[in-house]
């Protein structure tokens, strides 16, 4: 079902509930509005146009959940690489507390470059999932300050 706002505004709805409606504008940005916010012509109030105005494509879906969920590997950090992984230099940081209990004055932040390896099953495409990332420094952190407590890590390459 297609309604027109006017000649340069053309909304699809492309899913219908009691209260909201599923639209696709000319662009293929899918928002969601209220049902009150498109007028009985098919214009939107400004709620709806606003909402089309943060709206995005799939295609801009689909780079922010990659950028959120992936890391870069970029060529110059790849120090080995063999038949099934590769090995990738990197920076953890970590807040190392003493172990048995916490008191903030005794918190240390650690940061120290290391060598990781990185099966290439879980890279693709020059990307590397940040959850294994940072459970790898985890692992590295837990290894490297065993003699304490690790509150946090942070792995950058």
Known sequence: MNRNSNAKNMYQIKKETAKALLLVNNEGKEFWIQ???MRDDGSLTAAGLKAEETAKTPEEKKAEWVQSNYITIPDNVIVEEREKAIKIAVRVSAEVAPKGGFVSSLVRSISTETM???????????LAPKDFLNKKAIEFAERKFFSGQVLSVSVRV
């Open 116 to 126: 990781m390896w990185l099966p290439k099953a879980v890279v693709r495409n020059g």
């Open 35 to 37: 049902k009150r916010w």
